[in-house]
């Protein structure tokens, strides 16, 4: 019997920095992918949730949300990039140069741009630049990620694979849809959530008061949804065999960002125009099913942007089973970067990163 | 460090009678919001699951599921009137005067009618009138409800919240659509579900064999999906602290009202052409993932409505994991109100409302 | 008080050979359905996955993927033919004739083929035809399958139900669209998943590495989206009360079917233009939520079909919570039919079929 077993993915010596893998997945988004999104993300921001508001800012439909985006590019290059990779280090840059719509086919390339061996010798980073586009070639996110990966090279990769090419990825995509490039039309509704710019000031902290509790199916759900291949999150007899370091399924990290984004929402997103880019995000712990997340937020900047809006950078935190408003009394230290930390440490904190949103200034 | 929690919904004191409440929510109802609903709830009604029913109909598409509608209402309202309420009490004059179809913007508003402090001064009940609307005005959903509210004021409620407005809401929807007010279409369809006004005689009980269990994840996903912002659905913490009667999240009751309906539809609603309204609704119990939901009904009216078709009401129950037919043979009364009852009460029964459609007279 | 209780599905002696069961569902299919099924079903083959691939073939948008058509049309036939049955026997010849599409509306009839008392004389098996269609009659999806079903007459089935006929159902189906009957047009794409005829041959096997554990809410939802209305798939009192063999809620048989398809998609069915036809389809063990699902395949057969494709015939087999290719390095005859065996059973196989699919011939 001629038998074979196809594996994906890469290990780290199967890595050239320079190569561009076009990653296989070619999907059509639709209403449904945004209804599952918005049926486990409970989000307040206007321009993802209403088609009016939407058209309000010039944009021709509502647009897919930008956390959708940012766990369709980052599941489409699992295939070819962390499908063996034991851990995901860091987001660095997300942008979102360009509205995506129901309808709209979407595919994704990533380029290496490093790969650096451990001194241990069994594993190094490798460090990708993703970008998912329209058939087009619009890009409609773009972002870096680090992943954590075994030295080696993968046995069983299928030799027809994906076209690799050395393409060039443009390296500084706009942070703003063209229809907002220019003077931002600032929809005129009237009400609405509370929270403009004018009502953040540097320094401030938000402790968001409702947690959420991550479903085994759903969370598996929306793993599916956006095409992430990687057997951590749907497969138990992978991850009961030592697989994984929670001997048991572990939720996909980009679910675990736009759960802890989510929860921010209502508190801080609820007068958003536009997502205008994540950074230095890391997942410093694991989430599992029955978890419950929880999310804080630190205003780190307020800009004047034009006459109407302003950027707003928070840094965001997400915690599991504990609230953060619990955590800082104990004395934790919630927004300092948990990687840099020697002592300190928060171990019920999953999920930190730098968000900039553009924000109506004022009611 | 400047900290803050934003708090959302009301207690007692901040109700004033005759206030109205614009909802921060602004959704886009699509194709995906409409299959994720139906993929919870088997439900047999063909105006709602049929294009083709509805056109026959004189609909220009398919609505959206009348469950669904109040789901999005009452979902809608709980960022404003019920987000700390310890318990929803009734349902009253629910109506959906206009039809909504997938790509439609809903908003929602609430007028509170009445605020009533219990005798022992720690808590009340408020009756809230909302109406869910397409952003031309036209009322989709119309209902009151009264929820059970602590005494005091909300510390926490962000100053520059949604408008409160003295506008009226109107009194007196319609019970039909537009396209149904006159003399009703009726579909042409040969074959379909049995079940036609003519085989329903008051007084008549139908138990409705099969039961549905509710699964953890689906009544998150539906809870998320309508914009329930109640944490007692999906936050395991804040449930087992001790805010949950139960310990743990405790199923959305909207939820319950339309599993109960769905596991009546094959019996009672396969040649329903719209839904005329629900009244006199109320929980009884409450229900935890894992229960098994099952349904009754009582025919309590039939009455000629124009040549094809006549208006059919029902006394609607549900109960948790015990057949009503069981229930009755050991001795329960299942129909009677269950608030009025002295002795005699059916610990089993999580829900019950008097439900009137519109249905096709005879094949 | 009277009381009914209706019941559905039919006994043993309630069938008639050649007579024609149009079942009552008449469903809308849309954005959301497909969307939901991709959230569970993570399959690459890319004629389903986008819009400009199906383009390409001549179809005139993004084909609703043949296994919910499937689900679809076998769930819309156990309201009428099993849901008393005790099990589903046998899957047989199931062709994709036409394409359908987000917006069309479906209705299923079946036609009773035969009817086989056992021996015993207390059960025996039902051998039906069923095609889903749309209103103009095209019909989508055809198929035969065998059920087991208890002696004896249903009592309480509602009199006035579903229209039964003695219509034929065409006999022989196209096994392709009429978009792909001449010559195919071979979509262009460069790229794409590995995987073309040419790499296939005859008596290879290929081990699926990654599993996928069954979510208990993902499974109730499939089931209710597609419309299936056995309780022995959501109903835990009817389970726990000795219906189920199991004795808890069982998956639904076609989607253990759907997912072990899925997880040989990225191996098997990346080029895949076209679901030819299943045939030879079995579930020799039951499968119930918290199980992991694996698959392999054996190539069958590769005949070329025009200049750029060819019709690959595999035996797709599904196993639970073991890797397949560990049952065989112990020994176990996968790719045998399980029925068939005197010794040898495997007792991990749950699902077992003949899949042929047109492919491109090479990149």
């Given at each position: 019997?001629?038998a074979k077993t196809?594996?994906?993915g890469?290990?780290l010596?199967d890595f050239?920095?320079g190569?561009?893998?076009a990653?296989?997945?070619?999907v059509?988004v639709?209403?449904?992918?945004v209804?599952l999104?918005?049926a486990s ?6 321009t ?6 939407a058209?309000d ?5 509502r ?5 959708l985006l940012?766990?369709l590019?980052?599941?489409f ?8 990779a034991?851990?995901h280090?860091?987001?660095i840059?997300?942008r979102?140069p ?10 994704a ?5 490093g790969?650096?061996?451990a001194s241990?010798?069994d594993?190094?980073v490798?460090?990708v630049?993703?970008?998912l586009a329209?058939?087009d ?5 773009v972002?870096?990620?680090?992943a954590l ?8 990769r299928?030799?027809r694979?994906?076209v ?6 443009p390296p500084?995509?706009?942070r703003?849809?063209?229809e907002?490039r ?8 009237v009400?609405g959530?509370?929270g403009?710019?004018c009502?953040f ?9 409702i947690?959420?509790?991550v ?16 057997p951590l999150?749907f ?5 009961a ?5 929670a001997?048991t ?7 675990v960002?736009a759960?802890?984004?989510?929860l921010a929402s209502r508190?801080?997103?609820g007068?958003?125009?536009?997502d205008?880019?994540?950074d230095?995000?890391?997942h410093p ?9 929880f ?7 307020v800009t004047p942007?034009?006459?109407g ?5 928070f ?5 599991k ?6 955590l800082?009394?104990a ?13 300190g440490k928060?171990?019920e904190?999953?999920?930190e990163i730098?968000?900039t949103?553009?924000?109506k200034?004022r009611p």
């Open positions: 019997m001629t196809p594996k994906y890469r290990l010596d050239e920095v190569a561009v893998y990653h296989p997945w070619e059509t639709d209403a449904g992918t209804a999104f918005q993300f409970l989000d307040a921001t206007p993802y949730a209403s088609a009016r508001y058209w800012l010039g944009l021709r439909d647009p897919v949300p930008p956390l940012l766990n590019g980052l599941s290059s699992v295939h070819d990039v962390s499908e063996q034991i851990a280090l860091a987001y840059d997300v979102f360009e509205a995506a719509y129901a309808g709209d086919t979407l595919v390339t990533s380029r290496v741009l790969v650096k061996p241990s010798g594993k190094g490798v460090h630049r993703t970008s329209k058939l070639g619009a890009a409609v996110c972002f870096e990620r680090k990966v075994r030295a080696g090279r993968l046995h069983g299928p030799e694979a994906h690799e090419k050395r393409a060039s990825i500084e995509p706009s703003l849809p063209p907002l220019e003077t931002v039309r600032v929809p005129s509704r009400g959530f509370a403009f710019a009502d000031a540097p320094g401030e902290v938000i402790f968001h008061d947690g959420k509790t479903g085994e199916s759903e969370h598996m759900q929306m793993t599916a949804l956006c095409r992430n291949s990687h999150h497969d138990e007899v992978y991850c065999g030592g697989a994984s370091f001997k399924r572990v939720v996909y990290g980009g679910l960002f759960w802890v984004a989510a508190d801080t997103t007068n958003v125009l536009w205008m880019g994540f230095q995000g890391a712990a694991g989430v599992v099913a029955g978890d419950t997340l999310a804080a937020s630190k205003v780190l900047a942007h034009d006459p809006t302003s950027r707003v950078t840094r965001l935190v997400g915690t089973n504990r609230k953060p408003a619990d800082a009394t004395g934790a230290d919630l927004f300092s970067t948990e990687l840099g930390k020697g002592e928060v171990p904190k999953v999920f730098d968000r949103v553009l924000m200034s």
